[in-house]
C-alpha cells in the first residue's frame, strides 16, 4: 500500500473566506447578523460556530446551502440537526457537544489505523463521520470562537488532518477495489460499481495528496480542476461514462486504482456482521438471514452469534474467503473492513 505523506496544505485564509461567505450572502440578500442568529437555538452559548461547507471552499454554486457547525458545551447533547428556511435559503445547522468533536479529532491522530480491533461498521463510519466534521471546520470561517477553542481551532488546520484525509481515502479505495474482485464472478454490474467507487476514492486521495482536503466525495471533480490535474479529471470523466461491457470496465477501474495508491499490501480482509443479522444454528448447517426478509444456508455451524463483532474471517488482502463462506459477502450478510495484520489476531 503506497504510504506517500500529503504535501503542506494552504489552508484559505480568512480573507478569502471572508469574501466568498459575503458574496454568498449578498447574492440571498442575507446578512451575517442573520446567520449567527441561528448558531444560538437554545442548546447552550455557543463556543464555535464555522460557517462551512461547498461554499466556503469554494466549489459551491447557485443551488448550495450553508452549513453552520455549533459547538456547545452541553453534556447532554451529541448531535442536534436543524434546517433552516427562515431567510429563503437553506442553512444547515449542526449543533454539537463540543468535547465530542474535539475527542473525535484526536482519534485521528492515534496510530496506526486500521486495526484489526477498531474496524468495524460502526467505527468505520465514525471515523468517516469525524473525518467530514473535521475537515468542515477547518476549512470554514470561524463566526463565533472564545477560549480555549481558539486554541484548539487553529490546531486543526494542520498538516496532520492533511494525512488522515489522505489515509482514509487510500484505505477506502483499497477496500472498495477488493469487494470489485470479489464480486466480479457472481454479480459483474455490484463489482463495476464498487470498482468504479474505487476509483473515485483513489482520486479524492490523489486530491488529498495534492492539498484539497473537502471531505465530500462529490466534490472530487471540483478537487482535481482546482489543482489543475488534467490527467485525474480525464481518469475520473472515463470512469463515470464509460461504455465499456461490466467485466472489461471493472479490469479497468481495478487498474487505475493500482497506479494511484498501489497494491492493498500489507492491508487484510476483515469480515464481521452486517446490521440486521440473525444466525440459526442448526444439526449440520446455519441459516443467515438479514431483516428476516432474505436468508442464505452456510454449510456450518462453528459461526458467531448474531450479536457479536467477532471476525467470521480474515486473511491477506490479496486472498478470497472459502468458498462457503464468499456467498455472505456476495449477498450482503457480512461488512468488509480492511486492516493492518495484527499479531494476537489469526488470519
Known amino acids: 500500500m503506497e504510504t506517500t505523506t500529503a504535501s503542506a496544505v494552504a489552508f484559505p485564509d480568512s480573507a478569502t473566506l471572508e469574501k466568498r461567505l459575503n458574496l454568498f450572502l449578498e447574492q440571498r440578500g442575507l446578512s451575517r447578523d442573520a446567520v449567527l442568529k441561528e448558531a444560538d437555538q437554545g442548546m447552550g452559548t455557543p463556543a464555535l460556530a464555522v460557517a462551512a461547507g461547498s461554499v466556503l471552499t469554494g466549489f459551491g454554486?447557485?443551488?448550495?446551502?450553508?452549513?453552520?457547525?455549533?459547538?456547545?458545551?452541553?453534556?447532554?447533547?451529541?448531535?442536534?440537526?436543524?434546517q433552516s428556511h427562515e431567510h429563503g435559503t437553506l442553512i444547515d445547522v449542526s449543533i454539537r457537544r463540543a468535547s465530542s468533536v474535539q475527542n473525535s479529532a484526536a482519534e485521528l491522530t492515534a496510530e496506526p489505523w486500521p486495526r484489526f480491533a477498531t474496524v468495524t461498521e460502526e467505527a468505520w463510519n465514525h471515523r468517516r463521520r469525524t473525518l467530514n466534521t473535521t475537515t468542515r471546520l477547518a476549512l470554514g470561517l470561524p463566526l463565533v470562537v472564545s477560549p480555549p477553542w481558539d486554541d484548539w481551532y487553529a490546531g486543526l488546520r494542520r498538516p496532520w488532518l492533511a494525512d488522515a484525509v489522505r489515509q482514509w481515502w487510500t484505505v477506502e479505495a483499497q477496500r472498495l477495489a477488493l469487494a470489485a474482485r470479489w464480486l466480479r464472478d457472481a454479480k459483474p454490474m455490484a463489482a463495476a460499481i464498487r470498482a468504479r467507487e474505487a476509483v473515485v476514492a483513489a482520486l479524492n486521495a490523489r486530491a488529498a495528496a495534492g492539498g484539497e482536503l473537502y471531505f465530500t466525495s462529490k466534490w472530487v471533480g471540483e478537487k482535481l480542476r482546482a489543482l489543475g490535474d488534467t490527467e485525474g479529471l480525464a481518469l475520473l470523466r472515463d470512469t463515470l461514462t464509460s461504455p465499456l461491457p461490466s467485466g472489461d470496465r471493472v479490469q479497468r477501474s481495478l487498474d487505475a486504482v493500482e497506479r494511484l495508491v498501489g497494491d492493498a499490501a500489507p492491508l487484510h480482509a476483515v469480515l464481521r456482521w452486517s446490521t440486521g443479522i440473525g444466525v440459526t444454528p442448526l444439526e449440520d448447517r446455519t441459516i443467515v438471514d438479514r431483516w428476516q426478509m432474505r436468508a442464505l444456508e452456510v454449510p456450518r455451524r462453528d459461526l458467531p452469534p448474531d450479536d457479536s463483532d467477532a471476525v467470521i474471517w480474515s486473511g491477506p488482502a490479496g486472498d478470497r474467503p472459502p468458498g462457503d463462506l464468499l456467498p455472505l459477502f456476495v449477498h450482503n450478510m457480512v461488512w468488509l473492513g480492511v486492516a493492518l495484520p495484527d499479531p494476537e489476531v489469526p488470519a
Open 61 to 82: 454554486n447557485h443551488r448550495s446551502d450553508l452549513d453552520l457547525l455549533v459547538l456547545v458545551e452541553n453534556d447532554k447533547l451529541t448531535r442536534f440537526p436543524i
